[in-house]
């Protein structure tokens, strides 16, 4: 077996540089992966540079309790390289995705299934090397789940964009069938949100997003409407589409901007959920809660049985897929700047 090689940056801010090294043997119940697939989402963006923009010129730093240098990547898919003597029911060649959302398995969150949302959490290519790379460590076998026949440059993927749209429409609840749901953002998890609702709702979503390129994706895909949040006329235009107001809306931007026009055109008892982190701040008027019964949800990807779930799904052939595209693992600096200037539609997939 040749060496490792990875995509990894060495201070927060600093571009990524390729690193090579021994490939690590696995113990107990460690499975070492070797990587086909990972994609690039925006939360590496975040990563990468160090904090979350809270907004009023305050930050949230993330600088610290990662090793450096450090490699991201969490939307993994590969091969079954090697386990060890713990992990006796990972075989050698099978193809899995990676459930990446890994807790400590002791606390309170995590004893009742909220791994995810652990306080000292071991998630992968969030505090521990991720899969820009050719092989990654998965702690146990459970984590490691089947996707056949899901095609692997997107299989991924469903990991994180697929996991965080699912979950989020799962906190909706009847929100998601009573009508049309507004999404704000049709990035890669937003195009992915924007699949599930086609298949699990009878009503067509409306879509907000500055991209005339995904607007039109949106209609030619059976979204009711599509509309660009900077024009004046948005708000009474996303009114009349929903017919007075909406029971169910996502943000998948997570700015002051998308989050404030999203609330203001819920209807009376209606849900927003915000799970995008571009940042920024709202202002509400607090009355608003109580007068019109509505309610604000921040939604951090899901959890395992969700993950298992969503695939159960995925994997009937019955929800759209969204665009994709590959590039070399050498390339991993240009497809986050890509994604970063918007230059990307659906989801680039690095290939080791």
């Known amino acids: 077996m040749s060496g490792m090689k990875k995509q990894a940056f060495k201070d927060y801010g600093a571009p990524l540089a390729e690193i090579a090294?021994?490939?690590?043997?696995?113990?107990?119940?460690?499975?070492?992966?070797?990587?086909?697939?990972?994609?690039?989402?925006?939360?590496?963006?975040?990563?990468?540079?160090?904090?979350?923009?809270?907004?009023?010129?305050?930050?949230l730093e993330l600088a610290g309790g990662r090793e450096l240098p450090?490699?991201?990547?969490?939307?993994?898919?590969?091969?079954?390289?090697?386990?060890?003597?713990?992990?006796?029911?990972?075989?050698?060649?099978?193809r899995a995705v990676v459930y990446p959302w890994i807790g400590c398995g002791e606390c309170a969150l995590c004893r009742r299934g909220d791994e995810h949302l652990c306080l000292a959490p071991r998630q992968i290519g969030i505090q521990?090397?991720?899969?820009?790379?050719?092989?990654?460590m998965v702690p146990h076998p459970r984590y490691l789940l089947d996707y056949d026949p899901i095609p692997r440059e997107i299989a991924g993927s469903y990991m994180c964009s697929g996991l965080t749209a699912w979950s989020a429409i799962e906190k909706l609840g009847p929100a998601a069938l009573d009508g049309p749901v507004l999404i704000a953002g049709l990035g890669g998890v937003g195009m992915m949100g924007f699949s599930f609702l086609r298949t699990r709702s009878q009503h067509a979503p409306v879509v907000l997003d500055i991209d005339a390129k995904k607007r039109e994706y949106a209609l030619a895909n059976s979204a009711s409407a599509a509309f660009d949040p900077r024009e004046a006329t948005t708000r009474k235009a996303l009114m009349a589409a929903s017919n007075g107001g909406f029971f169910?809306?996502?943000?998948?931007?997570?700015?002051?901007?998308?989050a404030t026009l999203a609330y203001g055109t819920l209807a009376k008892g209606g849900r927003l959920v915000v799970i995008?982190?571009?940042?920024?701040?709202?202002?509400?008027?607090?009355?608003?809660?109580?007068?019109?019964?509505?309610?604000?949800?921040?939604?951090?990807?899901?959890t395992l049985k969700e993950a298992q779930a969503m695939l159960a799904l995925v994997k009937t052939g019955k929800v759209p897929s969204i665009p994709v595209s590959t590039r070399p693992l050498a390339e991993a600096q240009t497809a986050l700047d890509d994604l970063k200037a918007s230059r990307t539609v659906g989801r680039t997939v690095l290939v080791p």
Request: include cysteine; glycine fraction near 22%.
């Open 248 to 258: 169910g809306a996502i943000d998948f931007v997570g700015s002051g901007e998308t």
């Open 276 to 302: 995008g982190l571009i940042g920024g701040e709202m202002k509400i008027s607090v009355p608003t809660f109580p007068l019109k019964g509505t309610s604000i949800l921040g939604s951090y990807v899901g």
């Open 21 to 59: 090294g021994e490939i690590p043997a696995p113990q107990g119940t460690q499975v070492l992966l070797k990587v086909g697939h990972c994609g690039v989402c925006h939360s590496d963006l975040h990563l990468q540079e160090g904090f979350f923009d809270l907004g009023g010129g305050r930050k």
């Open 128 to 136: 521990v090397d991720g899969g820009y790379a050719t092989h990654v």
């Open 70 to 94: 450090f490699t991201l990547g969490h939307e993994i898919e590969g091969e079954i390289a090697a386990a060890g003597p713990g992990a006796k029911e990972a075989k050698i060649g099978r």
